[in-house]
């Protein structure tokens, strides 16, 4: 037991049991202390609190932890045990921020490890993860080494990215970039379509599209016979079903439709439109009209003007519908019959003029 002296009246009173020098006889009047108490604001305390570490060296007393623990083993900074609000642990040291592969427990003030599948994480489990390490990429919290459906592998961000929104599988976020498409959708080009697009054809054998030959704009197959419609400047002959650049005699190349299309009856041949003739059709005359000769039949649904009957001198669609009448015959078509005074021989055009008798 230790004393105190009283100067009052020149007796030695006794410390209290907690301290080993003292200044009085309370608990509160402490100098030092005894293992295993630690002197702290005049008290001898078996705990030190926060913010102090017990240290034997210089006596057993409460020594100041480094300004960034909240409880420490040593004065450093490198000796805490735990640390002050919004700072973290890691190797006794508390800090603002976790390193990579560590992430902030705010349970317990720590820096705890990720997962080994992450390189940074927001928590300890294979889904926490915020990025991840090299050859692996990053898709829902998850570090994968393959995206999944509907996702694609960014090497610069590491990230699974979402593809188009037509795309089942992809290689960029571009329509352009799908390796394969919803069932509902045809693979074509890179790409994915509700229907076949221009250049392709439904092969209904593996349900996809194929490249049309390299001569059609559509098809119904991959030989240059499947074209169903021609690109600029080739005109689609629909007899052999070929793109062809220069139709044959008889049809022009409809710019519009780029189909080679036949020319009027009146034509040989034509360019531009059906009526525009470059050469006439049989007997035809007067280029590029093409128009049938006189005394033939003048709209005559075929290349060949057949000649009227001898009555007529003009006639239509058939040969002995007469629309005006020959020579000196009266003007009563379709009969065309003689003046009082003359008769029909049966092969003149003109009526002959009867005897004098009659």
Known sequence: MQFFPN???GIC?????????CSGALPTNCISCSDPLYYYKNTCVKDCPDGFYKEKANGQLCADCDQTCRTCNQAKNTNC???KDFTYLFNSKCQPDCPKGFYKSDVDLKCKPCHSSCDSCNGASSENCLSCSEKKFLSFSRCVDQCPSRRWANPLSGVCENCHGSCYNCTSSSNKACTACDSSLYFFNSQCYVACPDGSYLNVMDDKCRACHIKCRTCSGSLDTNCLSCNSPLFLKTSTSQCITACEIGFYGDENTRVCTACSVSCFNCTGTSINCLSCAGNRIDIPNCNCPAVTIYDSPTSQCDACFYKCSNCSQIYYNCIT?????NQDTPQCTCPEGYYDDGSSPECLKCAFQC
């Open 7 to 9: 100067t009052a009246d």
């Open 81 to 83: 045990l735990s640390c």
């Open 325 to 329: 009448c020959a020579a000196n015959r």
């Open 13 to 21: 009173y006794a410390c209290d049991s907690t301290c080993r020098m």
